[in-house]
């Protein structure tokens, strides 16, 4: 079965860095385009990244020029460099399979937690 296992989340201070990781597995990951979502206290879940299956990227207008997606094939994993990192950017991420017109689910992973404090 489909899993998303999200790692990398902890406490850093502002202006620091972390990476997240996504480990796939149940599905040819290299077919699908994968996605980072996060979901801050009394906010809805919102896109922060996505990476299509050839590789094309976008991103929110509050993570351009900070935050980088990308994806290892060979390793079914995802991941998201988050650079410069700022209190606002404190939530759970997520990522997320690509869903397709006939998908009769989507893919989640369990998320992990994002704190940026001093």
């Known amino acids: 079965q489909v899993q998303l296992v999200e790692s990398g989340g902890g406490l850093v201070q502002p202006g620091g860095s972390l990476r997240l990781s996504c480990a796939a597995s149940?599905?040819?990951?290299?077919?699908?385009?994968m996605n980072w979502f996060r979901q801050a206290p009394g906010k809805q879940r919102e896109l922060v990244a996505t990476?299509?299956?050839?590789?094309?990227?976008t991103y929110a207008d509050s993570v351009k020029g900070r935050f980088t997606i990308s994806r290892d094939n060979g390793k079914n994993t995802l991941y998201l460099q988050m650079n410069s990192l700022k209190p606002e950017d404190t939530a759970v991420y997520y990522c997320?399979?690509?869903?397709?017109?006939?998908?009769?689910?989507?893919?989640w992973g369990q998320g992990t937690q994002v704190t940026v404090s001093s």
């Open positions: 990476m299509s299956s050839g590789g094309s990227t």
């Open positions: 997320r399979r690509t869903p397709r017109w006939y998908d009769s689910v989507v893919y």
């Open positions: 149940g599905f040819t990951f290299s077919d699908y385009g």
